[in-house]
């Protein structure tokens, strides 16, 4: 069975300030497929970031970037100077082959950047 | 990039009546489509998985005959919520699979409806 884990429901930052997301995974299958997107209230979902499982090199991109652990089974994902803009609701999926690359999401972390 | 859209964005009904939601690539073919359902403050959860062409597949505890589903073209499917109930009112987000592409590819969603049953 597959597992998304994003234990931070809420987590509220002043502007500027730097703030990671948690995400843990559990999966059987040894190649599989870890997202992020981000949700804004306009309630869409915005594909940010996709890595596979043989691939644990982080990434940034801008002002954001990912860390994949497959030691801990985690791939976190880290706002550097926080925007208000950034305020929104953040999910970490997996997809593998087991479930056909359908993904599954983690309940979600909604960031609330204040000015 | 792939867009995909979902129409109406927000519905209001009354109980006992029927909604159909739309979902349609606007520039790529999607051989699979799928439906979502989010409640406030949670997760995504798959309601089903629609095959253009065929039936569509649901997920464990989803009624068929409450949620059609129908993929009748490559760029569309609908959903329909029959003799909806208050407890129908979510937010339903489709997303649709680019047959261009690998399957492990990431989804491309539309923007969601929000029904509100009265």
């Known amino acids: 069975a597959q597992k998304v884990t994003q234990a931070q429901t809420e987590i509220s930052v002043v502007e500027k300030e730097d703030v990671t997301l948690d995400c843990v995974y559990e999966t059987r299958d040894t190649t599989y497929y870890l997202f992020w997107y981000k949700q804004p209230p306009s309630g869409e979902l915005v594909f940010l970031i996709r890595r596979n499982s043989f691939d644990e090199q982080n990434e940034i991109s801008g002002r954001y970037s990912w860390n994949f652990q497959k030691s801990t089974s985690s791939f976190n994902f880290t706002i550097t100077a926080s925007q208000v803009v950034d305020s929104a609701v953040y999910f970490c999926?997996?997809?593998?082959?087991?479930?056909?690359?359908?993904?599954?999401f983690g309940r979600g972390t909604s960031l609330i950047v204040h000015p | 990039g792939a867009v995909v859209s979902q129409h109406p964005s927000w519905v209001i009904c009354k109980s006992g009546t029927s909604v159909k939601i739309e979902c349609r690539s606007l520039?790529?073919?999607?051989?699979?489509m799928f439906w979502y359902r989010q409640f406030p403050k949670q997760s995504l959860m798959l309601m089903a998985t629609s095959n253009e062409g065929s039936k569509a597949t649901y997920e464990q505890g989803v009624e068929k005959d409450k949620f059609l589903i129908n993929h009748a073209s490559l760029t569309l499917s609908t959903l329909t919520v029959t003799s909806a109930h208050p407890e129908d009112s979510s937010f339903y987000i489709c997303s649709a699979r680019d047959r261009r592409v690998p399957i492990n590819s990431p989804l491309h969603f539309g923007n969601g409806t929000r029904l509100t049953v009265t």
């Open positions: 999926a997996l997809s593998m082959t087991g479930g056909s690359y359908i993904p599954t």
């Open positions: 520039d790529f073919q999607a051989t699979t």
